[in-house]
């Protein structure tokens, strides 16, 4: 579907109108919305809007990197929103023309339709125009990154408490997936920092350098959320690593347990096998005090073996 | 609560004003704190102040990162300060304007207290304006960090000394809550640290040419504790590490002793095992020698064994 | 062997051409494809063309980095292109002068042949002149690395996910075996990005900047091919520390079971192997309950052992 | 103590002046040296001398960066000497004017008393300046962390080679003392080689500007120091890592020699305490053959085993 | 001993002249190696050359770094070349001075021999002078560094894939050794690297802006060794972490399987041991079936336990 939105000092704000409608209007700005466009639909930014060909090549091809790209009479963007769901990048893409915006989504895309209805309410409409409506659409798709961010932030520190009483396998399992979405959420963040810092600095852009502090903010929020994403990931590698030195001084204790149990009963267990066996001429066994005898000496190998450990600091 | 301090040659350094003596008074510069503000006080910062939108924004919303933004008649710079006990941040939102600063915070903040106590007892009030407070301000949130990251780093010498005797897991436990102490300070100070740098090399701010070297003074302050944290994140690394290889050394010993045992135990305790059955066909039993030969054969068996071992460096 | 095409207003495209056709041709640009050539094709490196001696020298050679020298009179540039069955770099070298283009390449280059193909095709010829001949090989040979590095995510993502269910050495050797595909893989695709921010940055190709779009794109898909595989390695780093982390948990569950076990039974068998003593004074053995109070304390050591270990959250 | 010298081209050089004598005479420079000052000296900066408040400051208080800072009449130097003994950082702080240098420090300085003395030998007096004493001084501060860092890399190729045959735990423990020595050196080795730097390449000291290469011979060895710390901590590491490697290995090798040995005789022994039961009714205990038939059931049963774990590949 | 070789276009190239000789010769350029020279063959630097104190000082003392410094009359370069059989660093020191260049060094150097027999063979001596002999000496000192890196790559090759059959110990060991080669590689190349980049881009260096291309493929070489260095660093760390992980795996499998063997016999070893005591009041061994029963229970016993570790995924 294609949304046609126009503005005339005129008329105000004009919505739904068709492309043929905005041909012949005197608008001071419009702005074209391509959601989930059919392949007709498509080929009207060739044979309408002259759009360059690279360009457009990047709107349909696979996921592209956030990007800025400026050709002779617009400017391209390519910008992610990340689905909250299925932390799944989604591709949005601005052509910015001279008072003129046109965007292009495949997916139903929420940031624009917020987007949208702030322009509807919008008082002073002497103030929108195409650059007004390109810094709504970064902001909320930029805001959008926060609640995925805190929500993975919650997640880290739940297992560093482990308060739900999971099994370290499930632990660990969910240790990894935690890094694994902050690793896909950086690969959207950095870029489109690095977009908003372009942004920012270029001399193509005019209507930014009017509304320079409102673009700053949105790369505040990025630098932001680019922080928040560094430090968790060093904080799951801190939890990783914790895990394993206490996991191997468990095992060392639990090893010291086994062996000094092994160390005491194996040779007492010698001991008592030895006079369990059956040959008919074994002297001890017809002594008055051989079975006496037998117990002070294991009993004396025990407090020994017991001494030796004690003196390796073992029970400490 | 809002408190207004202003001075004028005329009359001197006056405390405590409300807004509406300030307007008619004709001062050399005046202070306006906001400390936990009412929402009919907070509104003055745009009815009375007309400070920008997103500044104003940026003082109710969640923590955000320290920053510095110019607009078009005033500076607005959100600060850090770390609660000791607590070590969570606190925002401090300052407005510089015209021979005006405005102070902004949500909690007591103990730095702006001893900025104003500063303030009373300063004698010569010529050298005192904006710019002075502004000093005192970010030399006091700045000075408040020091305490905080020594005793972070009092602790950790404490773990690598273990001078309290703890376990093992306790130690580990402290290990990991100071690299997340850290961590969380260091979220403050590297922001903070590059806003002083800006504060130092930016066009905007006149009256910090005049002062350069104090406020370089708070920057190096900054580079300092940077400097701290970073140096002891690797000493904790270097810690855990080592107790990591201290683990794994003594693991391995303690496997090597319970290997020797067993190893020495198991067949002479087979042997002894068999001459413990019952059958009424064993020859061995019988005869005169059986039961030194048994003996031999398990004291031969123990010394080859043993001496396999030693040349293995096992007892090394 | 040698293929010479040229192209002149007057008789449009013409291919296989010999070179001496060319000397006397007036074309307006021609592109020479030395492919696997012999001895005899390579001297016409400096005796036809009379290129650098460095630049010969560099095509001759053992793989180079990829490279973009300036020389008086033509630019000489090393691609690395990859082969996607055994991940081999292979070399494509090209000398750019004025209206003309020579590539030289030892092995078979499908890049330059899929180049070729789009140049027959071309139906607007006044496009096409050597630069257009360069950006379709640099696009060729790059477009050819995503494949590569695709293969090796997927190969990654069922390594994570183990779905042809192999063995723990297998998926490590697995794991091991990508990292250093990857690690290859960078080496090509690092100095090939720094080559096309040359390209684009350069006063040197004026050609570049008539299209300077389309040379970016080309650099566009550098870095996100250099991202991907950054985002991999951290992928297979971590995938790598888990399996440590979660083998680290199954050694200290499987070590206590075992000291569980032992520290059990090993008292009980001392005990039982007690009384199968055949010491003719055991008056124990002759006792009417004997037997019963025997019983009695191995229950009971057996429920305090477990008791123990109970206390110690071994059974957790 | 204060130490003053000064020359000048009438008297020459003069020693232990006082200050009241240095305030008469017509000196072409001067060299105050405070050598742990008293109280009452140590006012003398301000009052005496006028430096800035923020440098004293800076002389009075605790270990401060080594730093550079300009002020309108003297620049102000915070060196970091390191003590061979005991690795402790020592402040020497030099105050640079016109024509003058002022030196500060709480310990004794030997950096400072080799100055001193090449100063006294110095034959061609129309060289030496501020800038000359200020370049000895440096140059022998520099000069003394070469046998520091000299000594730790001799102590790590010791531990590495342990030709002193110490225990494991010796060994980890003085690996672990090396890298936190190295650490430590950082700190002060990076701030000087900035301050260094800047040194060169700021226009606030022309001194500096004559004898370039000297103070730029300081700042190579800066840089050869650095490098040979990081390269150190980079050895230490690979030297702990692969002492984790080795010992992960021997332990598992001694995991597979126990597993042997229990696999072979727990079964043998279970099999002989089976015949060792006392009950009446055992048929086999009564057959001609029992026994034999025992024990060959018993070498099948090892044989099978040992067969077992040969093929599996621990043997090997 | 000191080789003296000079050009004049009137007597062309003069080998093994003295220093007198060159004295009263009218030269275009000469060339003076220092090969091993005498304490008073040292003095001549000053003494007949009057180069500066501190270049000798360099020239004189233990390895420096790499270096390049610039004196009034010339220009001064500390070279490493690195020994193939011993990794050792090796100083080559120059002077470029206008239209001369004085090499010295304190052993055997191939690479000026190298560098001198292609002088000899040089035909056109128009294109030969200083600025000439400087790029072969780098060219052949660079050209050194290959081999050496190479010979490294293959021996981590090697270990990778064992081809030896050499025991883990040994390989680890290797790898360790690998790696210090390859730091103590890093040491040269880096500086080397730098040096190179400064020659590039200096203003004071003429005789290298006619040769830049010559120049910028030392560099180019440089930055390769670089690489391939950092990369087999990277390639020893991944095999490490890859022995480590396959280790711990293996260790967790060898307990598994002593765990397995231990928890069935242990109590099957209990049960036949309580019917091996002497009791005489036993009544289950009275009993018609009491053997049968107990090797009932046995059998019983070690299902359940086999059972138990199936369902737990030990024997997948
Ligand atoms: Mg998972
Ligand atoms: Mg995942
Ligand atoms: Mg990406
Ligand atoms: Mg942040
Ligand atoms: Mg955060
Ligand atoms: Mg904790
Ligand atoms: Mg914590
Ligand atoms: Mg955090
Ligand atoms: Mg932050
Ligand atoms: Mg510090
Ligand atoms: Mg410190
Ligand atoms: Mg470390
Ligand atoms: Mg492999
Ligand atoms: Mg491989
Ligand atoms: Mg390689
Ligand atoms: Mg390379
Ligand atoms: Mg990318
Ligand atoms: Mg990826
Ligand atoms: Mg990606
Ligand atoms: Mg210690
Ligand atoms: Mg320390
Ligand atoms: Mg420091
Ligand atoms: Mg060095
Ligand atoms: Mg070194
Ligand atoms: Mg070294
Ligand atoms: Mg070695
Ligand atoms: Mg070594
Ligand atoms: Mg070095
Ligand atoms: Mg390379
Ligand atoms: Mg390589
Ligand atoms: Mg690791």
Redesign the interface.
Known sequence: MIYVTAYSNKDGLQKNLTLEQLSTLDWNWYWVDFESPTDEEVKLLDSYFHF?P?AIEDCLHEL??P?L???DDHTFFVLHSVNREELEREEIDIFLGECAIVTFHKEPAPSLDIAERLLKRSKDMSKVDEYFILYQILDKVVDNYFPIVYEIEDHINEIESNTKNLS??RL??E??DR??EL?TLR?TVH?MRDLLYRVLNTHHLEGVRDRR??F??IH?HL??VA?IIA?NR??TQ???????????????R??????V???I??????I???????????P???T????LV?WIIMIGVSIGMFTWFKRKGWFD
């Open positions: 360059h690279l592209q990197r990007k790209d400026y050709y370290m396998e660990l399992d240790l990894f890094r694994s690793l690969q870029p502090e409102y700053a903010d505040d630098i932001k922080d430090s060093e904080m801190d939890i990783r690593d914790s895990y394993l030195s206490l996991n191997s001084h468990q095992t060392n639990t090893m010291q347990i086994l062996t149990i092994s160390v009963f194996m040779p007492l267990t010698f008592v096998g030895v006079y369990g066996m059956n040959f008919q001429h074994m001890e066994l017809n008055q005090y051989g079975y037998v």
